[in-house]
Structures are given as C-alpha cells and as structure tokens.
C-alpha cells in the first residue's frame, strides 16, 4: 500500500487521520464504537489531539530510472510519482508532465520502480 498523508496512533492503533488544531479526525474503513459514518465504507471519529499517542506524515518514496520521486497514487501496474530531483532538464528528458512550476509528474511502470520505502517525519 502507498501512503501519502497524516498518520496517527491512538489506543494502540494506527489510523489514517486529519489533524485540526487541538483535535485529529480519525479514520477507518469498518463501524467501530464512537465512530460515525461519512460515507459507505469510511467511519470517522474525533479526538483531542492530547490523546494520541503519536502523530506523523507518512509518504512513500522511491527511485525509477534512477532519479528520486514520491509515490502519490498505485493504478493497476502504474504508480503516480512525483520528481523531486529539483532538475528540470532531467523532469523534462524523461517525459514528465509539469503539473506546476517545478512540479513534475508522471505514471511510471511499477515494475521500473525500485527502491521503495515508506518515510515518516
């Protein structure tokens, strides 16, 4: 799984979440005691922020053709990466969309892609 967002660990389990000033928004995919439905399949529930027990950003980075990128999004055999080599000619000679200034996208094969690795700051 490719993630690319907040994490935190509340009661001894990690969920993806969204922090708002002194609370987080829990997430899950099951019903769960204090959870309420947002929509099928996705449960949501607030805390305060003081309860949890670890808060992080997690993404997923990884190589292709040798050059660094993220991970944004999986599709089939396709990953959704983003350059961040800083090197426009590089971005460009490899085909990448400028999604904004000096930002550069693509879909790279998954199986050209090495060195994956989640990061947590």
Do not use: N
Not at 1 to 16: F, H, I, K, P
């Amino acid at each position: 799984m490719m993630r690319d967002g907040y994490v935190a660990r509340w009661r001894g389990q990690e969920y993806e979440v969204s922090p708002d000033g002194d609370e987080v928004r829990l997430y899950q995919v099951r019903p769960d005691e204090g959870f309420s439905e947002v929509r099928p399949g996705r449960f949501v529930r607030v805390v305060p922020v003081a309860e949890v027990e670890e808060l992080a950003y997690v993404r997923t980075t990884c190589r292709w053709k040798g050059e660094p990128f993220i991970v944004l999004a999986e599709h089939d055999t396709w990953l959704r990466v983003e350059y961040t080599g800083g090197r426009w000619p590089i971005a460009e000679a490899m085909g990448l969309e400028a999604f904004d200034f000096g930002v550069y996208q693509g879909w790279a094969p998954a199986a050209e892609v090495t060195d994956l690795r989640e990061q947590r700051a």
